[in-house]
T-cell receptor, first 113, second 117 residues
């Protein structure tokens, strides 16, 4: 089955700086890669996703890049703000049925004032 | 707006008790999932279901079972709760693959924090 590794496990940045979280996946046939944000005490929510036919996708201050050859994808957050502080999870869709996702272990991002 | 609800936010049970966690979604989604979330381990899939009465084991099914008698409801059952099942349990749903833009997106419930004493 799919295996997803995520780094770093914790990340601390100054407000206004950029943050980058990286994930690798094992199944070269995976074709969908979502990112979820989980604020303290709340449910994970999708913030951006990318499909394997696209190399980069951007939505305001967040962007995701995908390198299919190397089997890795990254989340980029620019001009970080305190409200960006949360746990971020990457995931890759399994090639089997049922829309099954395999998640990374999460990155705790802290944006300091 | 997709709504996924879980029957309890917090639950305290004794070792050996049978525990039922309920999840309901209101978007007519075919797929439903149960995860447990533990610090440093991320979200691990316990079971999922792609149709009524259908179920598939995820990565950590041992000690759990599930039931899906109606499309909107997916139940997680701990037959005999143990202390190592103390965790946050998250339910999610998604539409049938390929039939909607973003059809793979999973929508999560608020979670049930279970403590087994």
């Amino acid at each position: 089955g799919e295996n997803v590794e995520q780094h770093p496990s914790t990340l601390s940045v100054q407000e206004g700086d950029s943050a980058v979280i990286k994930c690798t996946y094992s199944d070269s046939a995976s074709n969908y890669f979502p990112w979820y944000k989980q604020e303290l005490g709340k449910r994970p929510q999708l913030i951006i996703d990318i499909r394997s036919n696209v190399g980069e996708k951007k939505d305001q201050r967040i962007a995701v890049t995908l390198n299919k050859t190397a089997k890795h994808f990254s989340l980029h957050i620019t001009e970080t703000q305190p409200e960006d502080s949360a746990v971020y999870f990457c995931a890759a869709k399994d090639t089997g049925g049922g829309n099954k996702l395999t998640f990374g272990t999460g990155t705790q991002l802290k944006v300091e004032l | 707006d997709v709504k996924v609800t879980q029957s309890s936010r917090y639950l305290v049970k004794r070792t050996g008790e049978k525990v039922f966690l309920e999840c309901v979604q209101d978007m007519d989604h075919e797929n439903m999932f149960w995860y447990r979330q533990d610090p440093g381990l991320g979200l691990r899939l316990i079971y999922f279901s792609y149709d009524v009465k259908m179920k598939e084991k995820g990565d950590i099914p041992e000690g759990y079972s599930v039931s899906r008698e109606k499309k909107e409801r997916f139940s997680l059952i701990l037959e005999s709760a143990s202390t190592n099942q103390t965790s946050m349990y998250l339910c999610a749903s998604s539409p049938l693959q390929g039939l909607a833009v973003g059809g793979e997106t999973q929508y999560f419930g608020p979670g049930t924090r279970l403590l087994v004493l």
